[in-house]
């Protein structure tokens, strides 16, 4: 079971950190992924971090403005948005998988999505 939240409205250049946590104690077991989708467009690969936070990997549309991590400690993976453009503008998925991968398929298990709003 994986909850995110932290996602709003926020004006072009602002920053969000979103939350997804999840309810298992194997949570240190699974690589973490994040995805978004924007409406009228198909499910879009954006971050992912392997199960210690030693191996990350971004969609070229956000590095440098978005970064991955995760505390094993508290069963949760977060995603840090910063410099947010209105093209950003999506709901925010977080997925739980055994590969640190950018395909939808390799994870196994997803939350229900935060939105994310960016003004201009």
């Known amino acids: 079971h994986l909850v995110e939240s932290g996602g709003g409205l926020v004006q072009a250049g602002g920053s969000l950190r979103l939350s997804c946590t999840v309810s298992?104690?194997?949570?240190?077991?699974?690589?973490m992924g994040w995805f978004r989708q924007a409406p009228g467009k198909e499910r879009e690969f954006v971050a992912a971090?392997?199960?210690?936070?030693?191996?990350?990997l971004y969609a070229d549309p956000v590095k440098g403005r978005f970064t991955i991590s995760r505390d094993n400690a508290k069963n949760t993976a977060y995603l840090q948005l910063n410099t947010l453009k209105p093209e950003d503008t999506a709901v925010y998925y977080c997925?739980?998988?055994?590969?640190?991968?950018?395909?939808?398929?390799?994870?196994?298990?997803w939350g229900q999505g935060t939105q994310v709003t960016v003004s201009s």
């Open positions: 997925g739980a998988g055994r590969d640190t991968t950018d395909r939808i398929n390799g994870y196994d298990f």
């Open positions: 298992t104690r194997t949570f240190r077991n699974y690589a």
């Open positions: 971090m392997n199960w210690s936070g030693g191996s990350t």
